[in-house]
Structures are given as structure tokens and as C-alpha cells.
């Protein structure tokens, strides 16, 4: 559907050529603009459907109930089977802080949610086959499981911005009064009016970014990742990824390009996990909940891992 819309005014209202790198630029940003915001309305909403029925108080205890290493599992699992984008897992790691789940939980969901999805798992099985299909899912998992400890370590918690717990301590304590399904229908309404208008520009403006590097990307850096033994390859590969924007499905024909141009293992799932797990637009968005300090740890500690899951990768294939 947003294919269509974007083929629409590219190539028909506009007149513009598909083989032109601005009109590949355009395409991607009008579709992906319109993809992100309908996904993030349709995911706010259900949210705040979710916590109209489910009271924070009741998942806070439910959560703090189980081992952490199980509740840990849990945000992995349910991360790796939302078939979301970077950009639209934003809004459920605010209702997951809503609901008084732990953030070190919180941040292992918001990396696997990007990262593994089983429309990717059934995309890569068709084009790179089981062995590297696996070898990826299991990276991201084990990023994901130790991204989140990492980053629960240095108490995260003073880093997130005032207004995500002026949300959890106030609209969020009224919800269980609230029984008939208009209430609940309308404080859901309200939730995507609220949290859109706080983060609108910021997408359009990462989405933007990204489209510039998507339509313009250079191919002679894919060449030198292809022909480059070097010990640094790795790290190129991961500082690639970030201005890329893509979701784990969108850059698997790009993970196919490089692998068929002899792309090394590691690196190509280097460069694939850090397109989808520390892409611009996703930083941008992340900005609005989370304040610098806890962004910069995120993407170090999500760096640092990557570049390790890639030499591992480089070095035992």
C-alpha cells in the first residue's frame, strides 16, 4: 500500500525516472514516512487499548513476580515476533516504562524488536539459506539479552525524560475506572495525539536523512568492505549502518548484494544489525524518551558488541 502511494507521486504525479537517485531518495522517503506514522499510530493505539484492560500495577507486579533472566526472555521473545521497524518499538518501550518494567528489560525488547522478526527469519531463509539465517537470529538474541544488561548496569533510569514518568505516575493511574470502550477508545486516541505530536519532526526528519544516504549510497563502499581483510572492516561496516534506515526485512536484498560480492559473514551481519538496531531515525526517535547520556551508552554498548559478533563471525567462517 505505501509502495503504491509512493509509486504514485514519484513516478506518476511527478514524471520522475526510477533509475534516478533523487526519485530513489523520494520514493523511500514518502513510503517509509508514511509506513512509520501509520505504524506508530496503530501501535500507540493498541497500546494504550492494552493498558486500559491491563492497570501498570498489575504488570509491574507480575514482572517484578518473575526471575529476571525470565522476564529478560520474555521482552526478547515478544521483541523478535512484532514485525515493527525501529521507529515504531519507540512506543511500546514507553508503555513497557508505563507498566514499570525494568529498563535494563526494557532496552534488551527495543533491540531484538528491530533486529529479529519473523518475516525476516522467513525472507533471509529464501535468499541466504538456514545456516545464515541462524547464525543471525542467534547474534540477536545474544546482543540483545547482554545489550540490555549492559545497559542496566549504569542505572539508566535518571536518564529518561521527565514527561515519559509524568505519563506513567498520572494518566496511567486513572485507566481502571475507565470501563466502558469509548473511555477506552478515546484515551487510546489521545495517547497517539500526544506522543506523535512529541516526536513528528524528529521522524521526518531521520526518515529524510536516511532516504539521502539510501538514494545516494556509494557502491564502491560495499566494494571495499568486499575486498578489505582488515582488521578495522568490521567497525567500517557498523559505522555504515547508522545512516542507513531500514528494518531487518528491508536490508536483507542489501545483505544479498554483499554477500554475493563476497562480503565476509561477519561483516555483512555487522552492517545488517546495525542498520536495524542503531539506525539514525531510531537515535532521533529515541532522543524524545531518553536523554543523551543513556543514548550515547546505547549505541556504545550496541557498537561494541556488533563489531564483536562480526569478528567472531569473520574469524571461526
Known amino acids: 500500500m505505501f509502495e503504491l502511494f509512493a509509486d504514485f507521486l514519484v513516478y506518476q504525479v511527478l514524471g520522475l525516472k526510477a533509475d534516478d537517485a533523487i526519485a530513489h531518495s523520494l520514493h523511500f522517503f514518502i513510503a517509509d514516512s508514511a509506513k512509520i506514522f501509520f505504524m506508530l499510530a496503530l501501535v500507540i493505539y493498541l497500546m494504550g487499548l492494552f493498558r486500559s484492560f ?12 518473575k526471575p529476571k533472566f525470565l522476564a529478560r526472555i520474555l521482552a526478547i521473545l515478544l521483541g523478535a515476533v512484532t514485525p515493527f521497524c525501529s521507529c515504531s518499538s519507540v512506543p511500546l518501550f514507553i508503555g513497557f516504562v508505563e507498566a514499570g518494567i525494568p529498563l535494563g528489560v526494557t532496552f534488551s525488547f527495543l533491540i531484538a524488536s528491530p533486529m529479529i522478526n519473523e518475516i525476516a527469519v522467513v525472507l533471509l531463509l529464501g535468499i541466504v539459506g538456514w545456516k545464515i539465517t541462524l547464525l543471525y537470529v542467534l547474534s540477536g538474541l545474544v546482543v540483545a539479552y547482554f545489550g540490555g544488561i549492559a545497559m542496566e548496569k549504569f542505572k539508566p533510569e535518571k536518564w529518561v525524560e521527565a514527561y515519559v514518568w509524568d505519563i506513567k505516575m498520572g494518566q496511567a493511574q486513572t485507566l481502571d475506572t475507565q470501563q466502558d470502550l469509548s473511555a477506552r477508545h478515546h484515551y487510546a486516541v489521545a495517547e497517539v495525539k500526544d506522543i506523535v505530536g512529541r516526536i513528528w519532526k524528529w521522524v521526518l526528519f531521520g526518515v529524510a536523512a536516511g532516504a539521502a544516504f539510501h538514494g545516494y549510497f556509494p557502491p564502491s563502499w560495499v566494494e571495499l568492505l568486499a575486498t578489505s581483510n582488515h582488521f578495522l572492516v568490521v567497525p567500517m561496516a557498523v559505522l555504515l549502518g547508522v ?6 526485512v528491508g536490508v536483507i536484498p542489501l545483505a544479498e548484494a554483499m554477500l554475493l560480492k563476497g562480503v565476509a559473514v561477519g561483516t555483512t551481519l555487522a552492517l545488517m544489525m546495525s542498520i536495524a538496531a ?8 529515541l532522543r524524545k524518551v531518553i536523554q543523551w547520556q543513556a543514548l550515547a551508552l546505547f549505541v556504545a554498548i550496541l557498537s561494541v558488541a556488533i ?4 569478528w567472531f563471525f569473520n574469524i571461526v567462517i
Open 278 to 285: 542503531i539506525s539514525l531515525p531510531e537515535l532521533l526517535i
Open 54 to 65: 491491563i492497570s501498570p500495577e498489575q504488570v509491574r507486579k507480575y514482572v517484578q513476580g
Open 307 to 310: 563489531i564483536l559478533v562480526g
Open 243 to 248: 545512516p542507513l534506515y531500514s528494518n531487518a
